[in-house]
């Protein structure tokens, strides 16, 4: 149950959801409410309840991930935290998963000859025109996609990879659904629809961001395209995406401007003593060890402890290591611990972060500066070992998942975004070239360092992100 500022109708809602005899667990997934609304959750005295209250509001598909993410039961349901849909029709609905028919079901408001509210005409009209265009590529013959009531089975969610973070979560669903081949069933449903007056919160936006979601995501284009348009590529072996990273890190060495920017957003919070996990070449050792701090300096390829041991190997304020998080030494704490570029390449990132934590002094920082955007996801992303790009409220829900509190996450480098899309996405190059990265570093970098201090970009073709352990 995605909930946000629903304190008149939450506990209301909730009663109804509990009276069902099909419910086992109920995941309320409070997305920054200022109403009060976890508050009266929290008050309900039912142990089938679990609250999960997100850092920030961060909208309706990223509490959905959140949720599915929790999820512990054969079947899962999703119920809106008003009372336009009806707990009651439960049964029916998971029946066909029940019997074995379907892996997914769709409760349609326009199949059902049940009692529905008379409300906006336009509204209704561009459900079917949206509901249209996806079925024209999925594939799909549904008469409701935006529904709210959908039912899966749990190894359906587990696999969705969703990414969009409002209402484009449901074109998102339908077409990953379609690509992957799901049995899917419709039902009718009985519908109570809401005015805005009365806490409607879906706009004309969210119509324009649907019709992103049904192109970006269909696997119709995705098949014309010729070219994955979700990143799931498996990644190459370790040692042919070493060899390619080699050549980048050598590259990026050019790039002093754009690490400098880095390096500049991240020192305020380092403190003393930093991990600095995935060091590479040692670029931002480098940096860390001019500001006088300590620095252990890790990295998994052999390759690059031999550089940092070169480089760093007589610093007194320097240890080398060849270790990955689970085998550094638990009696050590640092105040901080840095990855640039790193925890997309690491298998379980809920994990890592889990580990980060157990090595951080209370009140320590974790320092996360990675790629975004999983439509920017290319063949060099696949060829140095990238398992994903993030959005941002990605990585604010990791981190709380992981038991951090968040300082600050922000998109970096908003010019790089179409840079990237063109260059590597588009053109299949290799962006990390020498000269182009020169280029751009002199040229494009002073000016974007400069627009976007102060400011808080939509898009970027990074994130970065700093959580701090509580005390």
């Given amino acids: 149950m995605p909930c946000f500022n629903e304190i008149a109708t939450v506990s209301v809602i909730i009663d109804r959801v509990l009276k069902s005899e099909y419910v086992t667990e109920l995941v309320v997934v409070d997305d920054g409410s200022t109403d009060g609304t976890p508050e009266v959750v929290e008050a309900i005295a039912d142990p089938r309840i679990r609250l999960i209250r997100q850092p920030e509001n961060l909208g309706k598909g990223a509490a959905l991930r959140r949720g599915f993410a929790e999820v512990s039961g054969p079947y899962v349901i999703v119920q809106d935290a008003d009372l336009e849909y009806d707990p009651e029709e439960y049964g029916r609905l998971i029946q066909p998963l029940i019997d074995g028919l379907a892996d997914v079901v769709y409760g349609s408001r326009f199949l059902s000859s049940g009692p529905h509210r008379v409300l906006y005409y336009w509204h209704s009209v561009g459900n079917r025109m949206l509901t249209t265009v996806s079925n024209m590529l999925s594939g799909l013959n549904l008469t409701d996609m935006e529904t709210c009531y959908k039912a899966f089975r749990i190894e359906v969610v587990r696999t969705l990879d969703l990414q969009e973070d409002r209402f484009g979560i449901e074109p998102e669903i339908t077409a990953k659904v379609a690509r992957a081949g799901w049995r899917v069933y419709e039902i009718g449903i009985s519908y109570a629809g809401r005015t805005y007056e009365e806490g409607k919160k879906i706009g004309w936006r969210d119509g324009l961001r649907a019709v992103y979601a049904i192109t970006r995501y269909s696997p119709l284009l995705e098949k014309l395209n010729g070219h994955p348009v979700v990143r799931d590529l498996a990644p190459v072996d370790f040692e042919e995406s070493d060899s ?92 901080s611990v840095l990855l640039v570029n790193v925890l997309e390449h690491i298998d379980d990132d809920l994990e890592a972060l889990v580990q980060i934590r157990r090595r951080l002094n209370p009140g320590g920082r974790v320092i996360l500066f990675v790629p975004a955007f999983d439509g920017l996801y290319s063949d060099f992303d696949r060829l140095v070992g990238h398992r994903r790009r993030y959005r941002r409220s990605h990585l604010v829900t990791l981190a709380d998942r992981a038991g951090f509190e968040l300082v600050d996450a922000r998109y970096v480098n908003t010019l790089g975004t179409f840079v990237w899309w063109l260059f590597a996405r588009r053109m299949r190059q290799i962006p990390t070239s020498e000269i182009p990265v020169k280029a751009y570093d002199r040229v494009a970098v002073p000016l974007l360092r400069r627009f976007e201090t102060g400011r808080n970009p939509k898009v970027g073709q990074s994130v970065l992100m700093i959580a701090r352990l509580p005390d």
């Fill in 244 to 335: 390619e990273l080699a050549t980048t890190l050598d590259s990026l060495r050019a790039a002093k401007n754009y690490q400098d920017w880095i390096f500049e957003m991240c020192e305020p919070h380092f403190g003393d003593r930093v991990l600095e996990v995935g060091a590479g070449h040692g670029d931002f050792t480098e940096r860390l060890v001019a500001s006088g701090r300590r620095v252990t300096a890790t990295d998994l390829s052999a390759r690059c402890v031999d550089i940092l041991h070169e480089r760093y190997g007589s610093t007194p304020a320097v240890s080398v290591l060849l270790s990955d998080l689970e085998s550094l030494p638990e009696d050590d704490l640092y105040d």
